[in-house]
Nanobody
Framework: QVQLVESGGGLVQAGGSLRLSCKAS???????MGWYRQAPGKQRELVAR???????NYADSVKGRFTISRDNAKNTVYLQMNSLKPEDTAVYYC??????WGQGTQVTVSS
């Protein structure tokens, strides 16, 4: 059974940085992984994804500020978040193709 465990969330001031990590465990094959987020009262939305070849795509709202990467040897995907804004405040979820989800980690950006 695949398990995804996120870490690295927290409280940061606007303009600051955070790095999220998601470690996968269980029997699985290397596949596309990504990060989604859900703010209060809003739908869950894609933040960034990375495929097995390292190709990435980002939501327009985070392009140039966030970077997704992966370490296949460690079964871990990362999200480096720079120049954070209050509107980035949300619960961030790790995702693995097709439909595996982590428990979420809270990111709060104060103004």
């Amino acid at each position: 059974q695949v398990q995804l465990v996120e870490s690295g969330g927290g409280l940061v001031q606007a303009g600051g940085s955070l790095r999220l990590s998601c470690k996968a465990s269980g029997i699985f094959s290397i596949s596309t992984m990504g990060w989604y987020r859900q703010a209060p009262g809003k739908q869950r939305e894609l933040v960034a994804r990375i495929d097995t070849f390292g190709s990435t795509n980002y939501a327009d709202s985070v392009k140039g500020r966030f970077t997704i990467s992966r370490d296949n040897a460690k079964n871990t995907v990362y999200l480096q978040m720079n120049s954070l804004k209050p509107e980035d405040t949300a619960v961030y979820y790790c995702w693995k193709f097709i439909s595996y989800w982590g428990q979420g980690t809270q990111v709060t950006v104060s103004s």
